[in-house]
């Protein structure tokens, strides 16, 4: 049954029991037939594991994601979503996250307005469809007792497209029932038959079925707990995953033949998914998103020294980068943070007060040498700039704090468990000329204050040779840069939140210099743990995910070594591979 979206919205939103609308019936399927235990062991020690499932839900498409699918339907890359649709709410820093994403009731007239954009748009390529690869030719009198089998036909073929599974018996009545609607009540100037297809298409762009993606299991099982996905449920949590885009035909093959019922056919499909050019985009779209750095796009200003084009610059700098390590290089996260190259064009090099004179205007591997003082994915302009937040405060801080929680997972106390309830840290102000930024923190935040910043602060000082604008610096406002610091470990930390529970530390890091912080976030072993779970977070669109879970805990299976050997894909098959993946609890 197909429902208006309208009617729907506001429910499926907030994450009801809406899996009545979502005909799945039909689809029978098992990545693997024994179903999870209630508590699993960490793969690296005795240690148990919290085997909490995700719970059945729906979400909405985020803006590309609706794109790439009306793309793939339709051939139509307008990008209607990317110009009319409010930004996604952030989850953790990604911007694909079911429980971020609830959707509100000012978007249903954009969702109008982008599906009547798009089937008029595209309609002439449709009948053109019709004729070329459906070779049918439609009915001049199509009645609701006498199906016309050419309307039928392509209702099945691209609406199978739109809801990225086959249609059931009511969906494709009900997109018929929306074919004789347009033909009875055409378009103004517009041929019936092309109206009736124009309205086909705008309904479907409004179904749930179409907007939503399910994680809901069939609906003919009501009991069953925990639940798993159907064929086409996996078949599209692996594609959007991999390419952010719906499954392509070997995909949806696999699907209906039953054969995506093993974790290795489903690693397998992510694999020859990963490999394509929509692949390593998105691939790089989670390391952007994971540290911020995709926001180095919006910085940019024409009246300031990060013009637009240098910031855009930064962006395809890490963009290119990341793409190297993870399908040239050695895919690991170690060289994800240490690499002794980058990508450079002519501009960005001569920005960054590198040599210039052997690049043009594409972007080029450049290694750099030992006198740079740069090398890895913190030290390039995306992550300097996009965590600086110089309109919000101090660089140094912003940047300790961003490494300390997107790096190492780990929540920073709040004033009230340090005897502080209700405390406004004070505004920063300039410090006199010859003192430097870190001179006047060090001065100033001591006693109870310093009990938190420790944990931040000093992490921060690694990249104080940086400027907010990613330019090199080694004095600043007249002092001398110093850029040693402290990677501190907290004594007592909250094994499933990561909220660091008291100012008591140990195992305090010496650096000097961000060289030296880079090796040593490497080497610490809360590296590798925290990306397995922004890998969970990021696939399994929660916000929720606990640090102590087994999904989270088995993506580190391949990777008992560390940080050193531990590679990207590897992490993302492993969670694939996961019980996590398949089973919902009801």
Same mark, same amino acid.
Request: aromatic residues 10%.
């Given at each position: ?18 899996? &009545? ?5 039909? *689809? ?8 999870p235990t209630a508590q699993g062991n ?115 073929? &691209? ?16 997109l018929y029932q929306a074919y004789l ?25 409004? /179904? ?9 299991g069939l609906n003919s099982d009501t ?110 996260? *170690? ?62 801080? *912003?940047?300790?704090?961003?490494? &300390? ?47 938190? *910043? ?96 087994? /999904? ?11 940080? /050193? ?22």
């Amino acid at each position: 049954m197909i429902i208006g979206i309208s009617s729907f919205v506001l429910f499926c939103g907030v994450f009801c029991d809406c899996d &009545r609308a979502f005909d799945s019936d039909s *689809h029978d399927f098992a990545t693997s037939s024994v179903p999870p235990t209630a508590q699993g062991n960490d793969v690296d020690s005795d240690k148990p594991c919290s085997n909490v499932l995700p719970t059945r839900k729906v979400w909405p498409l985020s803006r590309a994601e609706y794109d790439n699918t009306v793309n793939a339907a339709l051939g139509n890359s307008s990008n209607q979503a990317q110009k009319l649709f409010p930004a996604e709410d952030r989850a953790n820093g990604f911007t694909s996250n079911a429980q971020a994403e609830i959707v509100e009731s000012n978007l249903v007239n954009l969702l109008m307005t982008a599906a009547e954009t798009i089937a008029s748009q595209s309609v002439a390529g449709e009948m053109n469809y019709l004729a070329t690869d459906l070779q049918c030719t439609l009915s001049a009198s199509p009645s609701p007792t006498s199906q016309d089998p050419c309307a039928i036909n392509y209702i099945a073929a &691209r609406g199978a497209a739109f809801f990225r599974r086959p249609l059931t018996t009511d969906e494709v009545s009900d997109l018929y029932q929306a074919y004789l609607t347009g033909f009875n009540n055409p378009f103004p100037n517009t041929n019936a038959t092309v109206s009736g297809i124009e309205n086909v298409i705008v309904t479907a762009l409004q /179904s749930p079925q179409f907007f939503y993606r399910t994680e809901l299991g069939l609906n003919s099982d009501t009991s069953s707990d925990p639940v798993q996905l159907t064929p086409y449920e996996v078949a599209s949590a692996i594609s959007y995953l991999a390419t952010g885009s719906p499954p392509d035909a070997t995909l949806l093959a696999a699907a209906s033949s039953g054969s995506l019922n093993t974790a290795q056919a489903v690693t397998s499909q992510y694999q020859r998914l990963i490999a394509t050019p929509a692949g390593k985009e998105k691939v790089a779209e989670f390391v952007l998103e994971w540290l911020g750095a995709d926001q180095v796009s919006q910085l940019g200003n024409a009246n300031g020294p990060l013009t637009p084009a240098l910031a855009a610059a930064m962006f395809t700098e890490t963009k290119d980068f990341v793409q190297e390590v993870v399908f040239n290089g050695t895919g690991t996260i *170690h060289e994800l943070l240490t690499a002794n190259y980058t990508f450079l064009n002519a501009d960005l090099a001569a920005y960054y007060g590198l040599p210039a004179s052997n690049l043009g205007a594409n972007f080029s591997r450049v290694s750099l040498g030992s006198d740079t003082d740069r090398g890895g994915v913190l030290s390039q302009g995306a992550f300097l700039v996009s965590a600086s937040n110089v309109e919000a405060g101090v660089p140094l801080l *912003h940047r300790g704090r961003i490494i &300390r929680q997107q790096l190492l997972c780990e929540a920073l106390p709040s004033a009230a468990s340090l005897g502080l309830p209700g405390f406004t840290p004070p505004p920063f102000t300039n410090p006199p000329a010859g003192t430097t930024t870190r001179q006047a923190l060090t001065k100033d935040i001591v006693g109870t204050c310093y009990n938190c *910043h420790q944990f931040f602060m000093p992490i921060g000082f690694g990249l104080e040779n940086f400027d907010p604008f990613a330019r090199y610096q080694t004095t600043q406002n007249g002092g001398t840069v110093d850029s040693s610091g402290e990677l501190i470990e907290p004594a007592s930390i909250d094994e499933d939140s990561g909220l660091i529970l008291s100012s008591e530390s140990f195992n305090q890091a010496s650096f000097s210099g961000y060289l030296a912080l880079a090796s040593a976030l490497a080497a610490d072993r809360r590296t590798l743990s925290c990306f397995n779970f922004q890998v969970v977070s990021y696939a399994s669109g929660r916000n929720n995910v606990g640090q102590d879970e087994c /999904s989270v805990r088995f993506a580190s299976q391949s990777s008992r070594d560390g940080v /050193s050997t531990a590679t990207i894909q590897e992490q993302f098959q492993n969670y694939l591979q996961s019980q996590s993946f398949a089973w919902r609890s009801r």
